[in-house]
């Protein structure tokens, strides 16, 4: 029998998830619906991320996919711009890019804006090339929202929203930076996501 008394929220979301995964086999059409929830832990501390599936099912399920490979594991926090967002999920400490899977559909035009603690894929110019980046936005940057359906206007899709943790956000968005390997903004001591927790 599972003790749920004087858990930390973490765990308790864990044993709730144990109990879940016997009864879902048991009940039909029982679903498990608290698998939005991610932690990732940094060498300045943890950030919890809720993941928003409903209005941004396509990010969602691919920051998701990445977080159960483990592939953000061992990834550093490689652009830090104070005011503006964090951004990582690409480059090892060794400032190596990580291979990824396809690219991913657009959802900016869903709807979520980029606002403060707000999560939102990165990408190339291209408005329909994001893969594994993400970046954390540290101010309500509108001007990254979905506006018209060409290059100049498509916007970058948020699909989560930070829920605890903006404090770490905010101490890494105040590290020092500098420029090394075409890398700009990256922070001189590195930031590393040392673990990922589905919730």
Not at 7 to 31: A, D, E, H, M
Not at 96 to 117: Q, T
Not at 183 to 198: F, G, H, R, S
Request: glycine share 8%; charged share 20%; with cysteine.
């Amino acid at each position: 029998m599972l003790d749920f008394t004087a858990k930390s929220p973490l765990s308790l979301c864990q044993s709730l998830r144990r109990v879940f995964s016997v009864y879902s086999g048991l009940i039909p059409n029982l679903t498990w619906q608290l698998n939005n929830m991610i932690v990732l832990t940094t060498n300045l501390g943890e950030i919890t991320i809720e993941l928003n599936l409903e209005k941004a099912p396509v990010s969602s399920k691919n920051f998701l996919r990445y977080c159960e490979e483990g592939f953000f594991e061992g990834t550093i926090f490689h652009r830090v711009i104070d005011g503006f967002m964090i951004q990582g999920g690409g480059h090892t400490e060794n400032l190596l890019e990580k291979p990824s899977h396809d690219p991913i559909v657009n959802e900016a035009n869903r709807g979520l804006k980029n606002v403060i603690g707000s999560v939102a894929m990165a990408r190339t110019d291209a408005p329909h090339s994001a893969t594994s980046q993400f970046f954390i936005n540290l101010d309500n940057n509108d001007f990254l929202d979905f506006t018209a359906t060409n290059n100049q206007g498509w916007g970058y899709a948020a699909f989560g929203q930070v829920t605890a943790g903006m404090d770490v956000v905010n101490a890494i968005a105040k590290v020092k930076t500098h420029s090394k390997f075409g890398l700009d903004d990256l922070p001189v001591d590195p930031i590393t996501i040392e673990k990922v927790t589905i919730l």
